[in-house]
T-cell receptor, first 109, second 114 residues
Framework: GQNIDQPTEMTATEGAIVQINCTYQ??????LFWYQQHAGEAPTFLSY????GLEEKGRFSSFLSRSKGYSYLLLKELQMKDSASYLC??????????FGAGTTVTVRA | IAGITQAPTSQILAAGRRMTLRCTQD?????MYWYRQDLGLGLRLIHY???????GKGEVPDGYSVSRANTDDFPLTLASAVPSQTSVYFC?????????????FGPGTRLTVL
């Protein structure tokens, strides 16, 4: 199985940058996903990393270090609509996803 | 239908009753999944299906059963509901298993067992 840790809550100011860290322990790593989930809604896909390094997609970037069991999601130029929970998920060799408990980000004006 | 639909949206159920949560996707995805989401615990996999006709157990399968008679539908059944099954249930699907294949989630079913 997987053991996935991420902070419970983070608060940042509109226009700022926030970095959400995720550490994991896995018996078989086969990719890492980040999802965004607004309150009362379904999770939606943000990013995918399978090799070490940085993946950039607009205001969002995700980094992976497989040797350290570590990933982060970077949110730049924060907007009020970015207030949501951010879920780190690790895929195993059987292609099943295990999710962290999620990080609730609150963006303040 | 566009994407994944789930029914009902919400349900209050007496303990001991049988309940089937419905999930339908129109994307012709091979793989489908059922998760439950509880505060502080995140999403946990209940059952999954890699392709029509096959199913597998996830992290928390006890008290739940699934079937996958065709590509589009993946119902989740609680044979005899218990209060600990109060949760938000999400169905998801992905085109295939490996590579860059994100899971798409349905809108969820909020279930309360009294």
């Amino acid at each position: 199985g997987q053991n996935i840790d991420q902070p419970t809550e983070m608060t940042a100011t509109e226009g700022a940058i926030v970095q959400i860290n995720c550490t994991y322990q896995t018996s078989g790593f086969n990719g890492l996903f980040w999802y965004q989930q607004h309150a009362g809604e379904a999770p939606t896909f943000l990013s995918y990393n399978v090799l070490d390094g940085l993946e950039e997609k607009g205001r969002f970037s995700s980094f992976l270090s497989r040797s350290k069991g570590y990933s982060y999601l970077l949110l730049k130029e924060l907007q009020m609509k970015d207030s949501a929970s951010y879920l780190c998920a690790v895929r195993d060799r059987d292609y099943k996803l295990s999710f962290g408990a999620g990080t609730t980000v609150t963006v303040r004006a | 239908i566009a994407g994944i639909t789930q029914a009902p949206t919400s349900q209050i159920l007496a303990a001991g009753r049988r309940m089937t949560l419905r999930c339908t996707q129109d994307m012709r995805h091979n793989a489908m999944y059922w998760y439950r989401q509880d505060l502080g615990l995140g999403l946990r996999l209940i059952h999954y299906s890699n392709t029509a006709g096959t199913t597998g157990k996830g992290e928390v399968p006890d008290g739940y059963s699934v079937s996958r008679a065709n590509t589009d539908d993946f119902p989740l059944t609680l044979a005899s509901a218990v209060p600990s099954q109060t949760s938000v249930y999400f169905c998801a699907s992905s085109a295939t298993l490996g590579g860059f294949n994100e899971q798409f989630f349905g809108p969820g079913t909020r279930l309360t067992v009294l």
